[in-house]
């Protein structure tokens, strides 16, 4: 393969090295568990020496790296969650892949990593799901190809410093719904997510690790994730594991406030400009769960859900807070997050127009 350096020529030559036989006839498109079944291609590309080079597409297979990688044991490791979507004329189109690579690029820098530019990202991309483009289900408005982009620090060397060396790519899976069901939460009043000043906002890997026992524990007393809470006084909702979080309390919504513990929703992004369309002031605001508990009690507790790219909009119908649990609306009866719902749905699958320009043709 022939080594192209990346420069602000914005040549990108992506050489590509395609399977000799694809395995989507393997795949049972009605039976799609989330993340277990890998397309046939996948994107690789090596910075060194404060370059972007040899930018490649090849067949999907493990990697082969020394144990001695920065990543391995400093966790220099960051990672991005998007979805491309065919609509009914077989056409493909990623959902609001800028605002993704921006949140990337984001992380990189909280983490002393290399930025990637845009028309490389762009370039990547939809060269790789062009090539696996069969792989897209099609079966229900849920499905899509789910695209994992990730970079993660190479420099072999046991020391504690930012890599110099870093390997990004871009894998892809095909999936439908990410929970089968609506989904019960605990609140966290032992274990902290995040503080201000740390990397709450990124997509580190090291977030996600440090959540592992917690969900553990959350799911072994029956419920299916952790609505993080701040760390100095356990009142304030940060987010959920997987999503951030909304509240509908008399008419009002309500979502934490972007305060650097939190991640930057892309779906949160566009949940609140549906809103606004439908002339609803979305509160992003400090909102303690004192305030949810009274609103529950007198009736005022309208609804309450997730966010994000794996679970689109997830209902929340229960959550433990202490000795309190709150039994939510079935979700039958949740009138703003069901339309809220099946519209961003339609968008993606170009049933709804576009007015936003979210979606970005392949």
């Not at 979805?83 to 959902?95: E, G, L, P, R, T």
């Not at 890599?163 to 790519?169: A, I, V």
């Not at 439908?278 to 949810?292: L, P, S, T």
């Amino acid at each position: 393969m022939r080594t192209q350096a990346l420069n602000n020529t914005n040549l990108y030559d992506i050489q590509i090295e395609r399977i000799a036989q694809s395995r989507v006839a393997e795949i049972d498109f009605n039976n799609i568990q989330f993340g277990k079944y890998f397309t046939d291609h996948m994107f690789c590309c090596e910075y060194e020496e404060g370059q972007w080079v040899r930018p490649v597409i090849i067949p999907y297979r493990k990697l082969e790296l020394s144990p001695s990688i920065s990543a391995l044991h400093y966790g220099q490791a960051i990672f991005e969650g998007m979805k491309a979507y065919k609509d009914q004329h077989n056409m493909v189109s990623i959902f609001r892949p800028i605002q993704h690579l921006d949140r990337f690029n984001k992380s990189a820098a909280r983490m002393a990593m290399p930025e990637i530019p845009h028309d490389l990202f762009l370039s990547a991309m939809t060269t790789l799901i062009d090539l696996d483009r069969s792989w897209i289900p099609t079966n229900n408005p849920d499905d899509s190809l789910y695209l994992r982009p990730l970079m993660f620090a190479t420099d072999e060397q046991i020391g504690v410093k930012p890599s110099e060396k870093f390997l990004f790519m871009i894998f892809c899976s095909p999936v439908s719904t990410y929970y089968s069901k609506p989904i019960k939460v605990m609140l966290s009043d032992q274990y902290v997510r995040a503080f201000p000043g740390g990397v709450g906002y990124a997509k580190a890997a090291g977030n996600y690790a440090a959540t592992m026992l917690p969900l553990k524990e959350a799911r072994d007393a029956g419920f299916d994730q952790l609505l993080w809470m701040d760390g100095v006084e356990f009142k304030f909702a940060q987010e959920i594991g997987t999503m951030n979080i909304f509240f509908v309390i008399d008419n009002q919504v309500i979502t934490p406030i972007l305060d650097g513990t939190i991640l930057d929703g892309i779906t949160r992004r566009s949940i609140i400009e549906l809103l606004n369309d439908k002339a609803y002031h979305v509160q992003e605001r400090r909102i303690g769960m004192d305030e949810v508990v009274q609103a529950y009690y007198n009736g005022k507790l309208e609804d309450v859900f997730g966010t994000g790219t794996a679970a689109t909009i997830a209902h929340i119908v229960e959550m433990q807070y202490g000795k309190e649990l709150l039994v939510l609306a079935p979700v039958h009866e949740r009138k703003l997050s069901n339309e809220l719902k099946t519209e961003l749905a339609e968008i993606k699958i170009g049933i709804r127009p576009d007015k936003h320009s979210w979606m970005y043709k392949v």
